[in-house]
Each structure stands twice: as C-alpha cells, then as structure tokens.
C-alpha cells in the first residue's frame, strides 16, 4: 500500500499526466500525416502538377478545382461509399526530373495508390517504377505513346494531342466545303517547340491530316511572347485557311490582339485548343470580351449552351463551384464533374473487386481496365478504357465565341459572350495507339 507522500505524489503526477495529453495530441496532429479514426474509410492518391512556370497560369487552376472536387466529396458527400480520398502533391514545375523526384518522396512517405498528373513526358523517367509498385496513373494529356503502348499503368481520361489532330481535320473539310471552298484547305498550327506543342505533330497527326486531304503548315512560336504578328503575316504569305493554336489562356490573348491588328481575323478562321476556357478567372472572356467573337475552339466537353443533354453536369459543376466559394459564373465544360465520376468509378469497382481491406494499386489497375464506360451526365463522349485501351476519348467537339442574342437573360458574370457548339461530335481516329 502507498505511502501518504508517495499516494500524492502519483496523483500529482496523473492530474498533470491528464492536463498535458490533448495538448501533446494536438502537437502531433498535422493534415498530412493525420491517421484516419479507426471508424473512417480513407484511400490516399498522389500527384504532382504544373503549378509554376510558363504554363502555371492555366493550369495551376486546374489543381485547385481537383482539391475542391476532392474536398466536396470527402465533406458534402461523405466520400465515396463512406471512403475519403486524402491528397498528397508537389509542384513538378513542368521539369521531369523534379517530377520523378517527388514521385519517389511521396511515395515512400504516403504510399498512394493512384497517382494523378497533367503531362505524361513528366513521366519519361519513372515509368518503370510505376510498373514495379503497381501504381496506374491518370494522366490529363496524352503526347508521348511510348509511355502507353504496349498499354501499361497509364490512362488518360481526356484525350490524345495527335488524335485530336484527327477529329480537327474532320471538321475543317466538312467547314471548307460547307463554305464553298475548293481544292484543298490549308491549316496551320501554331505551338510551342515542348512536347505538347509538338505532340500532335510528333505523334503522327500532321501526316493523317495530309492524308486525308488538308494541308497542314508548321509554326513554332515562343512561350510568352510579346508579339505573334510576325508569325500570323508569315501564315497569311503561306496561304493559310485555318490556324490552330495550342497554348495557354494568355497567349490566346495575344493572338486575338495582333490577329486583328494585322486585319487577318475577317480572313483566317482561328481555333484555340483545349488548354484555353471560356469563363471564370482564369478564362478567356473576362479578359477579352466581346473581342473574341468569331473564335473557334476545340473542346472535349460539352459546352455550357449544349441544353438539357449536359445540364445535370453543369448545374452540379457550378454548384460544386459556388460550395467552394466561387462568384457564381458560368461552366464551360464540367470537367470537375467527370474528375468526381472517374474517382468513384474506379474506387467502387476496386472494393467491388477485393473489398476495401485490400485496396492497393494494382486492384486500382484493374479496376480502371473494367471501366469501358464511365457516364459523366453528359459532359464527356464515350469516356472509358479496357485491357487495351488507354486513351479514354474518342471524340471533340468544335465551338465558337458569340454575342448572346439580345434579350438574353444576363449571366452570372455579366459577360455577355458564350460559346456555342458549331460541330457535332467529330469521332477521333486513335493513331496515338496505333489505328491508322
């Protein structure tokens, strides 16, 4: 039995013992490594993404709404089935190396086992290591085929550079006869001299075009320039009847701008690739206006004027939006809405497949090679992959900056622009893996 002194002595030490530990708990308690209570479901994935350099400025906000589109899942919904995603991310700066570094770091400290990414060529050098952990990877962009043939642990779920090349040449001969034009039209693309500039080219896409029957002409232009007019006068000497042109928001600015400054506006049908939105604060009309009227842009989602067919999509993508803060505005595509369909998706078809006890990357892997349909309420066009598929579109669509009709109603931005869809779905021939 304890002594008088010695019984007050431990419950001194108790009492301080009882005071200290929330504080010491609270110490430890850190977001990234916090361990989920024994009653939670949690799953981790991984990533890097652009988030400085020359293309931070688009795509830096594309980071930001996979974060929110994660957090609305995990807070308003629950997660997925009861299973929360926690996130785990690094900025690769759009170098390789710091890529493959950061892959490795948070690898051994957070073993995701899905890993998401903007640009496959990030890849190029730990590709073998996802392969050997068994980790799929989604990719945004699709350029370097080596990466995905024969088909491996990576998927992208929009589509490829080269095979939108493709659907892009449909629709200037279907518009070239449409409005009279003969012999054969001339495109140009304008890109950067980086793997995504060069994809479509590289890729094979340039030569299907020619195949086919359009003239593709070549044209490099700098990251971040100050003065397109060089480039644009040199396409007008060389004939050009289109000019596709693949950059970021900023540098659609600028073509606008030195376009209509040389007259080639009313003469040369300009389309902007994917990378360029339309609303939003980091899109191309709060900038412009009304200046962008006439300008054509290849998309993969439907757009906010499609109708009932996508407004589900959209209507849950602003109110996803609105939720995390944002002014109302308009949603050019609901892309954030596929990103929620392709997470739980994969995630309910993997415990399907194992039960969530086992979830690990490979069960991942095999779950997304069962997708071959994945419905993202209209936004996307026949989304999907299988054991040999890796490229999860088939299809662009082509639309156009226009005035709104007068009498509209007023949108949420004020803006009183849209994009209106000009083509139907173009079917996109998938040269990136191997059908020609």
């Not at 369909?341 to 993997?350: E, F, G, H, P």
């Not at 209209?378 to 088939?394: F, I």
Request: charged share 25%.
């Amino acid at each position: 039995m304890l002594k008088g002194k010695t019984r007050l002595g431990m419950l001194c030490l108790m009492a301080l013992l009882l005071v200290a530990l929330p504080l010491l708990a609270a110490c430890g308690d850190d977001d990234e490594d916090k361990t989920p209570a024994a009653e939670e479901k949690e799953i981790t994935i991984g990533g890097t993404f652009i988030l400085s350099g020359a293309a931070a400025p688009s795509t830096a906000p594309s980071f930001s709404s996979l974060q929110e589109t994660i957090k609305y899942i995990n807070e308003v919904e629950g997660g997925i089935d009861g299973i929360k995603i926690k996130l785990v991310w690094a900025d690769d700066k759009y170098d390789p190396a710091v890529a493959a570094g950061a892959y490795k770091r948070l690898r051994d400290r957070h073993h995701p086992i899905l890993w998401m990414t903007m640009g496959d060529f990030l890849l190029v050098g730990v590709k073998d290591m996802f392969e050997r952990d068994k980790t799929p990877v989604l990719v945004m962009a699709a350029q370097v085929a080596e990466l995905f043939v024969p088909p491996g642990m990576l998927f992208t779920f929009r589509n490829a550079e080269a095979n939108h090349f493709t659907g892009l040449a449909r629709w200037v001969l279907q518009d070239w006869e449409a409005s009279g034009g003969t012999g054969r039209p001339k495109l140009a693309h304008m890109h950067w001299d980086n793997p995504y500039g060069n994809a479509a080219r590289v890729g094979g896409g340039h030569r299907w075009a020619d195949e086919h029957g359009v003239d593709v002409i070549d044209k490099i232009y700098p990251p971040m320039s100050l003065d397109l007019r060089p480039h644009l006068l040199d396409l007008r000497d060389k004939g050009a009847d289109y000019v596709y042109f693949s950059g970021m928001t900023t540098d659609v600015v600028l073509l606008i701008r030195d376009a209509r400054a040389t007259g080639l506006w009313e003469e040369i049908k300009f389309i902007s690739d994917h990378a360029t939105s339309a609303y939003g604060s980091s899109g191309l009309l709060p900038i412009v206006g009304e200046d962008a009227e006439g300008l054509y842009g290849l998309r993969m989602e439907e757009p906010w004027t499609a109708g009932p067919e996508v407004a589900k999509a959209h209507r849950l993508a602003a109110e996803m939006r609105e939720w995390a803060g944002h002014s109302p505005s308009r949603v050019d595509g609901a892309h954030d809405v596929a990103i929620k369909q392709i997470l739980t998706s994969v995630i309910r078809q993997a415990v399907a497949d194992v039960g969530y006890e086992n979830l690990n990357g490979e069960a991942m892997y095999n779950a997304l090679q069962k997708l071959d349909h994945i419905d993202t309420f209209g936004s996307y066009h026949n989304l999907g992959w299988g054991p040999d598929k890796r490229v999860g579109q088939s299809g662009i669509k082509i639309v156009q900056y226009r005035k709104m009709a007068p009498g509209s109603e007023i949108p949420p931005d004020e803006i009183m622009m849209e994009t209106v869809a000009v083509s139907d779905w173009m079917e996109t021939t998938n040269i990136f893996e191997g059908e020609w």
